[in-house]
Structures are given as C-alpha cells and as structure tokens.
C-alpha cells in the first residue's frame, strides 16, 4: 500500500520553495564524517546568535536536486539585511558520495568547509549499530565490512563502487567513510585548503570551547561563551565491536590513518 503523502509537509516543502530567493544562501558546508560527533557539533554551532539552520540538520539538497539554486535556499530562514543569519548544511552523505565536491565547488565556491573525524574504526561500528538499530541492516558486520574491504581495494571494480556510493544506504559506507585521507583529498581538489577545518572528535570533547571558537573564527564570527556542549544522539546500543572485525578493519586503516596523519603534518589522537 502507497504511504499517503504528508500534507502539511508539501505545503510547508511549496512555501518554502516559492519563498527560497528571499531566504539566506547556506555559507558552510558539515560534510563529514558520519558517527563522529557531527550532529552535537552542529547544536553546538546553533548556540551562536548569529548561527540560523533551517527544518533540516541534513537537507541534503545537492544530492536531490543538483544544481538548483532555489532548492539549496528552501530550507534556511529569510535573509537578514543587517548582521546576517550565517547557515549552513551538515549532510552527512556528501562525504562519501563521489560527485559531491565537484558539485559543491560548482554550488558553493566560497564556502568554508567543516570535517570532523573519529577513530575509524570505532565510527564504523557506530554507524554499523545506528542502521541495525533502525532497522535497515541485519547483515553480520564482519563479514560485511571484510567483503567492503574487498571490493573497495579492487582497482577493476572501482566504477561499480562509485555507483554503489552514491547510495545513501549501502554496504561499502562502513569502511569508505573512514578513508579520511582519500576522501578529504578529493574535497581539497575542488575547494583551497584555507576554506577547511579539520577536527577530531576525541579532542572536541577534552576542549569543546576552544573548538567551537576555532569554527567561530573560521565562519568569520567572533567566540561566545558556551556552559554545555549539547549531546545530540546515541550510539545505538553498548554491545562490543566483533574482535575479528576489530582486526580486519585496524589493519586495513593503519596505513590510511597515516596518510592522513601526513596529509594534516600532524599526530592524530587515536
């Protein structure tokens, strides 16, 4: 049986579309990575005065509809003439999608670019848990991420990955969103470096303060004190990571973390 169509949402979705040239262009872009703290980080942001989002923490909108102005306005407040509303989109999928950064340099020039990182290994457990949890992964993790593994390192089937890539939900996400180094390679191809910020989320929570100011600074805002970092999301259960998938994974990502290590001229906090 067809669902039937949120009314109030097409209403709402019709609106917002007819009023986007009167609505604020989005300055930064969250791209990434999924699982590491992202969606605390951006309530963080939004303790800023001059910080405004829109009815979506991931709209999402240059994966649906790319290309199009009017849509990537649609989901952001009106403009403001004077102290204006600084937004921004925290789509998680542009991070592994292969054609994002291209599409977000031809978009967004100019925006300033925020990535946030976690133990890898580790974050793909997170996320594998969240998909369980919500019902849209029973497969056992070892074996998946193994076979990921795989297909990922294959350079013959490097096309058919790019395809399944482009899905929101699909297998391979567990271990390419980790490939920090890779992934954030492609970013800077298209965007100067000096528009990106690079976190961590182990040191997000030894200082969120002095984070949140360094993202301030780099969103052109002057710091504002903050007594709470917000806690957005669970982990989606307790239950130990697999220790032959804790293998596998450690040691496929041991020389990628030092790429990125390398990349940043910097030690990593894992």
Known sequence: MAKKPDINAEISKACRLLTAPLRTRPSFLMPGAPKCGSSSLFDALLLHPRVRRGPFK???????????E??????FPFVRPFAPWVCGDASMEYWFHPDLPARAAEMMPDARLIFIFREPVA??????RMFRKSGDDHADFTGTVTNAIRWLSDPSGKELCRSALRQSKNP?????????????????RHFPRDQSLVLFLEEMTESPQEHLARIWRHLGLEPVPVK?????RDGGGKEPLPAEAERILAEFYKPLNADLAGLLGRNLPW
């Open 228 to 232: 709470k970092m917000p806690h957005a």
């Open 172 to 188: 391979l996400r567990y271990v390419r969103c980790g490939m920090y180094a890779d992934l954030l390679q492609d970013w800077w």
């Open 58 to 68: 991931e709209p999402a909108s240059m994966i649906h509809y790319p290309g199009s």
């Open 123 to 128: 974050r793909a457990w997170s996320e594998f």
């Open 70 to 75: 009017l849509r990537l306005r649609m989901n």
